[in-house]
C-alpha cells in the first residue's frame, strides 16, 4: 500500500508461494487451528498477522502520548519508575536509552530471549528477569537491538497510568487511530518490541499520522515535536554497534524507527541524548518480512505486508522498493 496526497495511491496484493512455502502454510494453518484456504489466502487490506519489529514504532508512539502529558520525560530515569531496577543498580538507564535501544544491557539473543520471555506471566516477573541481566557497557555508550529496552518502557507506562499495556495502547493510539484489529495478542504478557497483530489498513492510519507530523483526521495525537525528535539519529560515531540485525545495514536509529542514510548525531554534552537533523527515511521492518516506511523528502508513506522468514537480501529490497515509489510517485 503506498499513500500520498491524502490518499491510497496505490494498492495491490501477489502471491508467488511455493509449493514448500504452501505446506508450511498448511502446517502453521493446523498449529493455529484455522482451515488451510484462510492461511493460504491472498492477504488483503484487512488481513490481520504479526508484525514482529513494526511493533517497536507503535510502543515507541505510545511513549510519546505521555510525554506529551509531561507525566514522563525523555531525560528520566527509569529507577523513577521502577525502584527494583534502581536497587540492581540498573536505575539510571534513561527512557531516550530504552527507546535507542542504549541501555547497555546485555540480553539473550533473540530465540533465547523470546524463549525465556514466553515463560512469564506478569510485567513483574519480566522486571526481576531484567535486575539480573549483565550490564555491558553505560547507558548511550552501546548500541543492541532487541526487546529489553521497550518492554522496561511498557512497565514504566503501566506504572504511571496504573493500567496495563494493552489498555493503553488501545486507549492512545489504536482508538484514536481507528487501528480495529490491531493489538498485542490480548492474551499473556504483551510483547511491547514485537508482539502487535495489525492488517494493512490499520498499520498504513498510523503512518499517515507519522506522514502528518502526529495529525489524523484533524485530531493531534502526537505533537510535531516529538514526531520530528523520533526521527533524529540517537547514534555517534563512537557508539558501540553490539548487535544490529543485518538487513539493517549500516542504518541509524532514533525512536523505534531505523534511519536510512542516518545524519550524523553529536551529544552536545557527556552522556547528553544526541541530536542530528531529521532524517528523509525512516522504518520499523518486522522479522516476518513486513517493511513500513516514510519517505518525509516526497510526502509518502508505504506499506509492505509480508509473512517470510527469508532475510536475504531484505535491505536491498525494501529500498529499491522505496527507490520504485519515490520515481512513480514524486511530485
Known sequence: MIYKDGKIVYNKSFNNMTQKQQNAGKIRARVQGVEDEEMLRDFNDTTREKIASASKWLTAALVMTFIDEKKLRLSDTVGKFIPALSKAGKGNIKIWHCLSHTTGLKENALRESLMAFQKLKTMNEYIE??????VEEQPGKVFRYGNTGFQILAAVMETIAEK????????????????????FGKNGLPLAAGGAWSTPQDYMNFLTMILQEGQFEGKQIISKALIQEMQKNKLTQDCIIAYRPDEAGNWGYGFGEWIADPPLAIAPRKDAMPDSERAMLVSSPGLFGSFPWIDNKNKIAGFLFVYNLQHKGRQERYLSLRNITQTVFSN
Open 129 to 134: 528477569m531484567v535486575a539480573k541481566m549483565p
Open 164 to 183: 496495563d499495556f494493552e489498555t493503553l495502547f488501545r486507549e492512545r493510539i489504536a482508538e484514536p487511530l481507528k487501528m480495529k484489529n490491531t493489538d
